[in-house]
């Protein structure tokens, strides 16, 4: 089910100030300006201040006295809780889309996986952020379910996604994981589909707290992939 048609301006600004950093645009410590925003996107201050108060009481940014609005860093003791509640609330979404995904929204589906499929060959790892996004997201808003999807879109912006895509072969586990949740839906199976949903977040969550207790940094924005 999409979302209602109508916005108010507050709600326009949440939404762009969301994809812009889910898209990179704004980095984790980055410093965001409450007048820059209002001019670059033409609207007065009022809606981008009340944009900003909800993006913090999200845990999106981060606001205090001497550094300002800023996007929040991504604190590594959160993952597993975060990741936790992405199984539960991903997995849900996928098994209550199933019924509601058209043979077009499959096809989108396919299209979005090749194009993954020939960024990986070509070591463009940094360029999955967006297709990645782009095919969750039209698995969980055909969930009928409006509230669930706020909520992930709410857990998505505030972790650095791409984070995935640079950990050794991870990519590539991803897109097959992708593939196979395709296929159930495809199938028309939702419980299947919810299952493997599950299982490729917590599968990416096992990933990054392995490499992290490596010790190895691992890059959190594409500016600093390491390939």
């Given amino acids: 089910m999409a979302e209602p048609a109508y916005k108010t301006k507050k709600d326009a600004v949440v939404e762009l100030l969301r994809e812009a950093i889910l898209s990179a645009q704004y980095k984790p410590g980055e410093r965001l300006l409450q007048e820059e ?3 670059r996107l033409n609207v007065s201050p009022t809606p981008v201040r009340e ?3 909800q ?3 999200e845990g ?18 959160d993952v597993r809780e975060i990741y936790l509640i992405r199984g539960a609330l991903e997995s849900l979404a996928a098994r209550e889309a199933v019924p509601n995904l058209t043979r077009a929204n499959i096809a989108h589906l396919r299209a979005i996986q090749t194009e993954v499929e020939s960024l990986i060959a070509e070591q463009r790892l940094a360029d999955l952020r967006k297709l990645n ?6 698995i969980y808003n055909a969930s009928g379910l409006p509230e669930l999807f706020r909520l992930i879109r709410i857990l998505w912006t505030r972790f650095p996604w791409d984070t995935l895509h640079v950990l050794p072969g991870r990519a590539a586990i991803s897109a097959r994981e992708h593939n196979a949740i395709v296929d159930a839906i495809a199938g028309g199976d939702a419980e299947t589909a919810g299952l493997l949903m599950h299982d490729h977040i917590q599968h990416g969550a096992v990933a990054l707290m392995e490499f992290q207790a490596s010790g190895i940094e691992a890059p959190l924005t594409p500016d600093e992939e390491a390939i």
Avoid: N
Avoid at 60 to 77: I, K, M, N, T, Y
Avoid at 133 to 138: F, I, T
């Fill in 37 to 39: 925003i209002a001019r």
């Fill in 55 to 57: 993006l913090e009481a």
């Fill in 133 to 138: 996004y782009d095919l969750h997201m039209l």
């Fill in 60 to 77: 999106v940014l981060d606001h205090s006295p001497h550094r300002g609005v800023r996007v929040a860093e991504v604190r590594f003791e």
């Fill in 51 to 53: 944009a900003l108060r």
